[in-house]
């Protein structure tokens, strides 16, 4: 089968997805409970870059609630949906993402035991350090569990579910000694980005930007490690090497991602999926067009969450699992029928 129509596809889907996520930013920043006309948030943004904004109620909006917001949700998303990608390539199984091998249940576990120590014992950079730690170990516990299952694919849903579970029984006992602090935190397990800072940003951008150059590194390899694993050795890829990086990669993404925003799931699952049959399995393309379609993914489901049910705020976890888990039975079934669905 030719590539010509996948490498066209990529020139016009990249420029198509950044346009898209611009698009995307400002339309974020114009809605909320004080609606502002894209004309005055763009003279405002470029006043305030030009050291003459002035501090009224409209520019205190725009920076220290939605800028941030829509900042870290691109940051976010962007890391989601190259995480995903990274778990794909990694276990060779389009249904992989780091929610539903349980990565993100395991990460959930460090960073609610970090929340409940915050103030007391650690700092709040404990949390996602905490979450990284136990996010690794639920990559590396998968991982292991899906080698020695025997048939890699299949033992690794398996394995991805048992993982879940036990994390998410780790959560549910860490949440019964939360005392007065068990609202905030069920609430901030659904996940949102609502009480999203520039603080938070500053956590998560240097991370996301870290794993687009790495990925963007790895992606020749990554393309070579899709033939087999003997064949890539052949062809001169340390394959142990890559796994290693890979799977640092998916844990420190997406463990850091869920101590800033919660549990929000589908999207790694979801945006790769998606963008491999519009451009092909070509990593040089997919990496920036993943990172790109998970930011605008996010950006969208976080827009709804604060405006369709204004003042309310619905959790934005609920609406990616709304619309990602149909898909991921869809997805389930056709390779249970054997139709790709890649």
């Not at 409970?33 to 050291?51: F, K, Y």
């Not at 963007?216 to 142990?240: E, K, Q, T, W």
Request: glycine share 12%; proline share 4%.
């Amino acid at each position: 089968m030719s590539c010509e129509p996948h490498y066209m596809s990529s020139r016009w889907a990249l420029p198509a997805l950044l346009a898209a996520v611009l698009a995307g930013a400002l339309a974020a920043m114009t809605v909320g409970s004080v609606s502002i006309p894209a004309g005055e948030v763009l003279h405002r943004l470029w006043t305030v870059l030009c050291g003459d904004g002035a501090a009224d109620t409209i520019n205190r909006i725009l920076l220290t609630t939605r800028l941030p917001r829509v900042v870290l949700a691109l940051a976010v998303g962007g890391s989601m949906g190259m995480a995903g990608l990274t778990a794909q390539t990694l276990f060779r199984n389009p249904l992989a993402s780091p929610y539903v091998i349980g990565v993100s249940n395991g990460a959930a576990v460090g960073a609610v035991i970090g929340m409940l120590l915050v103030g007391k014992f650690i700092g709040f950079a404990a949390v996602p350090a905490l979450s990284v730690v136990c996010g690794l170990g639920s990559t590396v516990a998968v991982f292991a569990l899906a080698r020695r299952g025997g048939y890699f694919n299949q033992s690794l849903l398996l394995a991805g579910i048992a993982v879940s579970a036990f994390g998410s029984a780790l959560t549910a006992g860490a949440l019964y000694l939360a005392g007065e602090r068990l609202q905030t935190l069920v609430f901030w397990l659904m996940g949102g980005l609502w009480q999203a800072t520039w603080r938070d940003v500053l956590v998560m951008l240097p991370v996301c930007g870290a794993s687009l150059v790495m990925l963007i590194v790895l992606a020749p390899a990554m393309n070579v490690s899709l033939v087999g694993h003997r064949s890539a050795s052949d062809l001169g890829v340390n394959v142990r090497r890559l796994q290693n990086g890979l799977l640092v990669l998916v844990a420190v993404t997406t463990s850091v991602a869920v101590s800033l925003t919660g549990v929000i799931g589908f999207v790694g699952l979801i945006v790769p999926h998606l963008l491999r049959t519009i451009m092909g399995a070509d990593h040089r393309g997919l990496v920036p067009a993943c990172a790109l379609g998970g930011a605008l993914l996010l950006l969208i489901a976080d827009t709804l969450a604060r405006t369709i049910a204004s003042p309310a705020e619905v959790p934005v976890g609920i609406l990616t699992a709304l619309v990602g888990a149909p898909a991921f039975l869809w997805m389930l079934q056709r390779r249970s029928t054997g139709r790709p669905s890649a």
